[in-house]
């Protein structure tokens, strides 16, 4: 079975309504990645589109790592949308800044948590799945394989990126870029084809948005903080 075939081969079984869903969150997803790259504010109402799609369809699949990160996005982009909006004239495009000590302060705390917090998640999943009854459930990390702690890296990674990104700081593409690439396999893994080709869209976006940011970093006046 070549690799298309294997991308297809789990939509034989989805719903129309499972297939639209991810088709229409991959492709909300794809234009807020493309309007974070040309700094543009509509990165956030697209991208809170995608989020909420795709919180419902990782419930679905029980993918609770995933899924929180989604909730966090939505989140994250309202308070983004804000930021981007809040202190200039013209909220469409904004300037962006390079990361200072405090940020990669901030940015290490968000990851350390990030990852303390979905490995819990992940340790009280059987209790989680079995409707939050603890009869017959053995608590634990052992049901994990290596999709799923991929699943815990990722989501501390995207967590990093997201705050970053709100605050208008260039390296966040970095986190972007880095995570993007472990999910592609991760989500050919969970079956979600259309996904993953999304997140091979998504690299190639996020090398691109950090050379536009990049290239604009001296050119525009910091008109925000």
């Known amino acids: 079975m070549n690799l298309l075939d294997y991308l297809i081969q ?4 989805y719903s129309l309504l499972q297939i639209l869903l991810e088709s229409c969150g991959a492709f ?4 807020s990645v493309w309007f974070s790259a040309r700094k543009n504010i509509w990165v956030y109402p697209t991208g809170i589109i995608s989020t909420a799609i795709y919180v419902y369809i990782l419930y679905n699949f029980g993918l609770l790592g995933d899924m929180l990160i989604n909730v966090y996005y939505t989140i994250m982009s309202i ?3 804000v930021l981007w909006s809040g202190n200039r004239e013209d909220v469409v495009h904004v300037t962006v800044k390079r990361a200072t000590r405090k940020d990669w302060t901030v940015t290490a705390v968000l990851f350390a948590v990030s990852l303390l917090l979905v ?4 340790y ?6 079995n409707q939050f009854s603890m009869q017959n459930i053995d608590l634990g990390l052992d049901h994990l394989d290596w999709a799923n702690w991929l699943d815990v890296l990722t ?17 966040n593409w970095i986190f972007w870029i880095v995570g993007d690439i472990i999910c592609i396999p991760m989500m050919i893994y969970k079956e979600l084809g259309i996904t993953a080709v999304q997140f091979a869209v998504f690299t190639v976006l996020a090398f691109y948005g950090y050379r536009e940011w990049r290239l604009s970093l001296h050119k525009e006046p910091e008109l925000i903080s």
Do not use: H, S
Request: glycine residues 8%; charged residues 20%; hydrophobic residues 55%.
């Open 124 to 129: 009280f999943k059987p209790f989680i799945d």
């Open 10 to 13: 789990p939509y034989r079984d």
């Open 28 to 31: 909300f997803g794809l234009l």
């Open 119 to 122: 490995t819990l998640v992940y």
């Open 79 to 81: 308070y983004g949308w």
């Open 155 to 171: 989501t501390a990674i995207f967590l990093a990126g997201m705050w970053l990104m709100a605050k208008r700081r260039i390296e």
